[in-house]
């Protein structure tokens, strides 16, 4: 199967199984622990990535609910199919056996996988249960369930394989050394976090003195487009915001070093107030600069405070989003509307990640919109 990509990019195969279990953390943009991920596959042969979504793993009992909403969360367009991956560190537990001998009495190709291998260990893999209940949900909802998978302590046990291979004790290990996926991630200048909490820290607010030291650029740069507005205008205002944000992707491409000063910071962040400029951005996310201007929003966000960060984190959200990590997405967007709870595409955009709005659709979205002259990728999203 293909990772979702933009459509200059060469896809990448993963032939499922082990080599899914070892793409999650570049799927994601961090290393899972104790999740459920539900993984959407489309196309023909169910061969593409679309929607990839994490969430925490419920705690032992029933995990209804929790499954309920993170099958919702696949979007309102039924994927061809679903792989749904346990990611946990937890024990074996006992073989689910109900009839106890009456096994013995029965064919071997009576027996389903459980059963046989409750013939040959009397323990079972953890998270049975987990996945048991997202098959029965998307069996209503009329999507197969083409994978089941446990990855834990770097191996991966199909739930499904009936074969001393994935007894609770064997597992196939991790594919390992630099996949093709793992080298493109590098080149694209991402970094995969340790686990989520790396991500929020990645793109926390300044404090102390690099907050006071931003507050002043801010307020020096505030004075001088007031000033500009006054002797240039408002187009030409804008026009130089525009130059001055393809500068800064500029600096920002895989390979370079980019260093922005506060005045540069907080001049970037008055440019993208504006609604013009904000959505000639917004179309950057899907273009060939995609990758060097999530590292300028991305700068942005970490510097920037309060509420000059509210435009560059609701574009990183879309540039996250675009590319499928929805948890670089989720948290930016929380940033976002922590800082200006009223604004109308931040608010876009998370209905949008909360309903299963593929990245692929959102990309065609901002695609369209840079095609059409005048029309703002906001205006096509309803902002």
Known sequence: MAPHASPDDLPITLAGGAELAAALPYLIGFVPHESLVLVALTGDHEARVGVTLRVDLPAPGPAADVVAEAVARLGPSRPAAVAALVVTEADDVPAP???????LDRRVDELDAVELRALRTSTDLPGRAVVGEVARVLAGAGVPLLHTLLVRAG????????????????????????????????LDGRAVAADRDEVVTRLAPPTGAALLAMGRACAQVGVEQ???????????????SWRRVLEAVARHRP????????????RLGWAVTAIEVRDRALRLSAGPSASAAEAVWTELVRRLPVPLDATPATLLAAAAHVRGDGATAAIALSRALDSQPACTLARLLERALHTGFPPSALRGLLTRAGEQAGAGASEQLGA
């Open 226 to 240: 007031a000033d500009d507005l006054r002797r240039l205008g408002w187009d030409r205002l804008a026009e130089r």
């Open 97 to 103: 056996v109900e009839a106890g001998a009456d096994l």
């Open 255 to 266: 390979g370079t070093t980019a260093a922005l000063t506060d005045v540069e910071v907080a």
């Open 155 to 186: 191996r991966c046990w199909d739930y499904d394989c009936p074969d001393a291979c994935c007894d609770p004790g064997a597992g196939e290990v991790l594919p390992g050394g630099t996949s093709r996926l793992a080298a493109a991630t590098v």
